[in-house]
């Protein structure tokens, strides 16, 4: 079964607006932390946000923000004001377990396109 | 500070052929990853070292596929008798201890096995 789902291939959203993109994780772990990476097209993996599974306020880093609704096993990333620099691949990755080995899945990622 | 290097930045071989990997953690980082990532995909989890010990391997990893640590600093990534499907990113990761929360990635090493 798939860990982490990320069900948007692309999301296409305009400069200075907000977007959201969607992931959806599965775990039995009550312990467990969910990243979101960036990855430009030169292909290095930029962390961007973390959120622990016993964090009781959401994650907030500069423009980035993680709407996380542990019911519903869900964890978005939402990007306040895009920036052209923002078009990228995100990826959404889950660590199960306690903090030490930090294993992690990723999902398929999402394509962001911001236009002028 | 400067970031987890990986050398080389590209890899064209031929199918049969040996390759080598490097990757150069940050130096205080003494938990290095390996993972791969095919077009399209995320990243995959190959290989994880603690300090010079390898302490778990996927089942990606197969026989042919070999990663060491000596003394616990840089680490290199071997593949033998590579095979198209190997081609792939082969990114490179550390981190520190149980409070850093995020990885320190690599740019990666782009594999093509013509």
């Known amino acids: 079964a798939q860990k982490i789902t990320q069900t948007q291939p692309g999301m296409f959203v305009q400069e200075k607006e907000a977007v959201t993109l969607d992931c959806t994780y599965d775990?039995?772990?009550?312990?467990?932390?969910l990243f979101w990476y960036k990855q430009p097209s030169s292909g290095e993996m930029i962390f961007l946000i973390y959120q622990g599974s016993y964090d009781q306020q959401n994650a907030t880093e500069g423009r980035y923000s993680l709407n996380f609704q542990k019911a519903r096993k869900s964890a978005n990333l939402v990007i306040s004001a895009s920036q052209l620099g923002d078009s990228a691949m995100y990826f959404c990755?889950?660590?199960?377990?306690?903090?030490?080995?930090?294993?992690?899945?990723f999902g398929t990622g999402t394509r962001l396109l911001v236009s002028p | 500070d400067t970031g987890v290097s990986q050398d080389p930045r590209h890899k064209i071989t031929k199918r049969g052929q040996n390759v080598t990997f490097r990757c150069d953690p940050i130096?205080?980082?003494?938990?290095l990853y390996w993972y791969r990532q095919t077009l399209g995909q995320g990243p995959e989890f190959l290989t994880y070292?603690?300090?010079?010990?390898?302490?778990?391997k996927s089942r990606l990893l197969s026989d042919r596929f070999s990663a060491e640590r000596p003394k616990g600093s840089f680490s290199t990534l071997e593949i033998q008798r590579t095979e198209q499907g190997d081609s792939a990113m082969y990114l490179c990761?550390?981190?520190?201890?149980?409070?850093?929360?995020?990885?320190?990635f690599g740019s990666g090493t782009r594999l093509t096995v013509v």
């Open positions: 775990t039995s772990d009550p312990s467990y932390g």
């Open positions: 990755a889950m660590r199960e377990g306690p903090e030490g080995f930090q294993k992690l899945v």
């Open positions: 990761a550390s981190s520190g201890d149980s409070r850093t929360y995020g990885y320190t």
């Open positions: 070292f603690q300090n010079e010990a390898q302490l778990e």
């Open positions: 130096s205080e980082h003494n938990r």
